[in-house]
Structures are given as structure tokens and as C-alpha cells.
């Protein structure tokens, strides 16, 4: 069966990138492919030749620096194609979009054990940030997830799910729309099939939209509805505080099937992800800019260059507060969202100095032993 990467997403720029990788002696003979599932070192790949397993080439461990592209879902890949076992990813095509955040590895009491950054997603199209309309709609966690989005490179629209249970979704739908600016705010449901038509300039052939939002905020659901069919299984949330358990374990990508009888956005692309607890800011200063770019501008007009925003005479933020055009709590998540990215980019600086500093004792000790044992 011959596949046409181009239904997958394929396009001039991945071509381009493809065609300027294969000159290294390890992917001369490459394919291009499409990473449609994860988990850790093993990988589904679909290429020209249909779904593939694959594994990563060893030199690919080898020769990882920090700052290279280790491979998730929706990547584009260079394979050696194998018919008879796994095919080797021998290289990572540079991302047009990705869904970073950032992963703390033991941090208390302003310690941090190590931080990094956590890519969940690439080369898609749309964001679509899911959040149930019952208790898991928290206006603070959605602004965040908006700034990480818009972060990203793709277009973030606002899914609100589960409409048939909520008896006011269009009031709390204009909660949202009071920071979403521009933002897409729509709330469907799975069951009823409210809102669902209005996804469709976002879910067009070859496009790729990213599931994002917590566990049993109806991510599954929602893609089995779009499908037409049970992709995804699905389990009970808790009534008392609606928190649900994770369906999807791994990230994954589906191609809504075009001969499907009942699949309402044939050849649309979806990549799933496990629910996520907490949205931490990876170097997001771009979509920070973005998410809140009305505050920002506000900045230019206090009388003082240095303006802190606090108690100095002429501050444009103070006057807007005062005058209710700018939200306390929306200052509030500028401040904090701000703080957060700038803890971050300080703290993972400080791990790439410190890892630097390493590698130079590791040299300077290997050309001494070098010297001590040629004497």
C-alpha cells in the first residue's frame, strides 16, 4: 500500500528539509516518514510504505547534543526502511511548531534539582486547549496554557467540552472570551454534537490540530466523535471534583479516515496526548508578549521609562486598574506568568553553564591522565 505523505502533512518545507539531510553518510539513503505514535525508545512511523516500527539509530544517541530534537509525535523523520523488522530514525527534520513545557525535577523551597524542557507535540497546525465546562474550568490554568500555545507556533482555539451538562456554557464561554482577545472560544459536545460543525475550518485535510488539557476534560471523547468510531477508550471521571483518570498514555497521532461513513472532518489530523496536571512555562517571553500584548502596550505610556508598575506618578497600568480596563486577576497572571518563564530561563542557563563547566573538568582530566601515562 502506497501512502502519500502529503495526506500526513507533508509539504514544500518538509520536502526542502528532507532533500538538505540527505547528505550525511547515515541518511543518503533515507525515506522520509512521519512519527504517528511514541513510547520511549519505539516508534510508529508512517511513510510511503504504509505504518512502520522503528527504532532510533544508535549513532543518534551517540551524537545527541543539547539543543537537538529528540523525536515525539508528529515529527518528521529520516528512516532506513527495513520490510523485514525496525526501520532506524537516522535524523529529525527541523519542526515548524511544538508544545513545550517545562519539567521540574524535584524543586521545594526555591531548590531545584534540574529543569528541562518537555516537548509534547510538533508540526501542527492548531492548539485546541480542551477544558470541561464543570469544576475542572479554571480561567488561570487556561490562561497558561493560551501563553505556551501561542508559544508554540500553531493557532490555539478554545474547546469547551461537555456543553450537555452545563445549563449556562454560553455565560461561562464569555468568561473566557473576556482574555481569549481573538482567541476561537467554542463549546461543544461530544454527546449532543453542540458545536461541533464550528471546528471545521480548523480541522481541514493534512491539517494537524494538538489535543491539550487535563485528564477527563473529554479529549477521547471528543476524538471518537470526530472519528466516527471508538478510537480511544474512555473512562468515568469523579463526580465530586469531575477529575478523571488518564485514557491516553502515550501521544499519538490519527488521521481521521476519508471513506468513513460517519467521520465528520475526513482526513484531518489529530495528535492525542495524556492529560496534563500542570502547564509549566518553558521560555515562553514570546507568548507572554502575545497573550497579554494589550498590557504590554501599556507600558510605553507610563511617564517613566523604568516604570515598576507600583506606586510611581503616571503609570499606565495603575490608571488602567484604577479605570477597570485592565483586570486585577489579569495582571496578576502577567506578573506571575512572567516570573515563572524569566525562574526558568535563569535556572536552565545556569544547568547548561554548570553541565559546560563539567565537560570541561572531564577534558582537562582525560588530556592529564593522557600526559601521565605517554611520561
Known amino acids: 500500500m502506497f501512502i502519500n505523505l502529503k495526506d500526513y502533512g507533508f509539504t514544500q518545507n518538509e520536502f526542502i528539509n528532507y532533500q538538505n539531510l540527505k547528505t550525511d553518510k547515515d541518511t543518503v539513503n533515507s525515506i522520509p516518514g512521519r512519527i504517528v505514535e511514541g513510547r520511549r525508545e519505539k516508534f510508529n512511523v508512517v511513510c510511503e510504505y504504509g505504518e512502520v516500527p522503528a527504532e532510533l539509530k544508535g549513532s543518534f544517541y551517540h551524537n545527541l547534543k543539547e539543543g537537538d530534537l529528540f523525536p515525539v509525535a508528529g515529527d518528521f523523520v529520516l528512516i532506513n526502511y527495513n520490510n523485514t523488522g525496525a526501520s532506524l530514525i537516522t535524523a529529525v527534520l527541523p519542526r515548524r511548531s511544538e508544545f513545550s513545557r517545562v519539567d521540574f525535577l524535584g524543586h521545594a523551597a526555591g531548590y531545584v534539582k534540574n529543569v528541562k524542557e518537555q516537548v509534547l507535540a510538533a508540526n501542527f497546525d492548531y492548539v485546541f486547549i480542551l477544558s470541561s465546562l464543570n469544576f475542572d474550568l479554571n480561567l488561570n490554568r487556561l490562561a497558561r496554557y493560551l501563553t505556551a500555545s501561542l508559544q508554540s507556533g500553531g493557532f490555539p482555539v478554545f474547546i469547551l467540552t461537555k456543553a450537555d451538562l452545563c445549563t449556562n456554557y454560553k455565560e461561562k464561554a464569555a468568561e473566557v ?146 479605570d477597570g480596563s485592565l483586570l486585577p486577576e489579569q495582571w496578576k497572571q502577567y506578573q506571575a506568568q512572567r516570573k515563572e518563564t524569566n525562574f526558568t530561563i535563569n535556572h536552565s542557563a545556569y544547568l547548561r553553564q554548570k553541565q559546560e563547566f563539567h565537560k570541561t573538568i572531564a577534558r582537562n582530566n582525560r588530556a592529564r591522565f593522557k600526559n601521565e601515562f605517554n611520561k
Open 177 to 322: 472570551r473576556k482574555f481569549a482577545r481573538e482567541v476561537p472560544v467554542i463549546p461543544v459536545s461530544s454527546k449532543t454534537g453542540i458545536g461541533l460543525d464550528e471546528l471545521a475550518p480548523f480541522l481541514e485535510p493534512a491539517k494537524t490540530a494538538v489535543f491539550l488539557g487535563s485528564s477527563g476534560v473529554g479529549k477521547s471523547s471528543l476524538l471518537n466523535r470526530l472519528a466516527g468510531r471508538q478510537l480511544m477508550d474512555i473512562k468515568e471521571i469523579r463526580e465530586d471534583d469531575s477529575k478523571g483518570r488518564h485514557t491516553t498514555t502515550h501521544r499519538q497521532l490519527f488521521r481521521l479516515s476519508p471513506d468513513g461513513l460517519s467521520v465528520m472532518f475526513p482526513g484531518a489530523l489529530i495528535i492525542d496526548t495524556p492529560g496534563i496536571r500542570e502547564v509549566g512555562l518553558w521560555d515562553s517571553r514570546e507568548g507572554i508578549s502575545l497573550a497579554f500584548a494589550n498590557i504590554e502596550e501599556l507600558f510605553s505610556k507610563c511617564r517613566f521609562s523604568d516604570c515598576s508598575h507600583q506606586t510611581e506618578p503616571g503609570c499606565a497600568v495603575l490608571a488602567a486598574l484604577d
